[in-house]
């Protein structure tokens, strides 16, 4: 089974939570504790991650909190992955970088797990919080959402025309 942490998760789910309110409000650490049903030092301990990957602004002092860094659209569910968990990787293998591996030698399906670890990279960078955090319209942004990330996934790079 393909599986993301559970402190992926809720990052996700703290960051989905926050971009639902405009996303320059401030919220501490035990008001998204409170809000979302989540023991208060797992979710310290996220925001603080988040913060240092640059998705959270913190904001000091007695009415300070965290804010989200970013327009909604800009931070990636892959971004989200990726600092709390470090590189996206399907296999260990599949990182570009890595050599580690004791079959490398004779292995037909690396390049394989490379692109479908491409594949994954490319579609969760094109999940946005915005399609997360939508409510009401919800079906109609998901389906312009997943329309994005197809085109997205199967346009060669010259291909791509420029949303605006």
């Known amino acids: 089974m393909v599986q993301i942490s559970k402190m992926s998760d809720y990052a996700i789910l703290i960051l989905a ?3 639902k309110d405009n996303h320059q409000d401030l919220h501490t650490a035990k008001s998204l504790s409170h809000n979302l049903h989540l023991p208060l030092p797992t979710v310290s301990k996220i925001v ?12 000091q002092g007695p009415k300070g909190g965290y804010q989200l860094a970013r327009p909604v659209q800009a931070i990636s569910v892959a971004q989200v992955i990726e600092s709390m968990e470090g590189p996206l990787a399907i296999t260990q293998c599949s ?5 580690a591996c004791m079959v490398i030698q004779w292995c037909e399906v690396k390049p394989h797990w490379v692109m ?6 490319k579609a ?3 999940l946005t919080l915005d399609l997360l955090s939508s409510s009401g ?28």
């Open 17 to 19: 939570h926050m971009a």
């Open 48 to 59: 603080k991650k988040l913060q240092r990957s640059e998705i959270l602004n913190s904001i």
């Open 95 to 99: 990182l570009e970088e890595n050599q």
């Open 116 to 121: 479908i670890n491409r594949v994954l990279q």
């Open 124 to 126: 969760l960078e094109g």
């Open 137 to 164: 319209k919800q079906r109609t942004h998901w389906k312009e959402g997943l329309d994005r990330v197809w085109k997205g996934l199967f346009m060669a790079p010259s291909e791509k025309v420029e949303e605006g």
